[in-house]
């Protein structure tokens, strides 16, 4: 490959997401009960992001998002 392309051209990653997700939840308590799915297209259409984001990685921040605004989320 060559060095001008970056084998993942998505840089952002859940470590990332998490502050973007925790800011939404925060402004807009009702889509802490939003699917990943659903967050996707949100925080492109609220350009949060330039871009769609992967489905796992918006999956992997809103775990984290959830635990932090409800702690007894985490726990099994």
């Excluded at 889509?31 to 925080?43: H, K, V």
């Excluded at 775990?63 to 989320?73: K, L, S």
Aim: hydrophobic share 40%; glycine share 6%; with cysteine.
């Amino acid at each position: 490959m060559h060095t001008l392309y970056p084998a993942n051209p998505n840089v952002c990653g859940s470590w990332d997401l998490l502050p973007l997700v925790r800011d939404l939840y925060s402004h807009q308590p009702e889509t802490q009960g939003l699917e990943s799915w659903d967050l996707q297209t949100l925080l492109w259409s609220l350009n949060y992001t330039g871009e769609l984001l992967p489905e796992d990685a918006v999956a992997v921040a809103v775990e984290v998002a959830r635990t932090n605004f409800d702690p007894d989320e985490g726990v099994r």
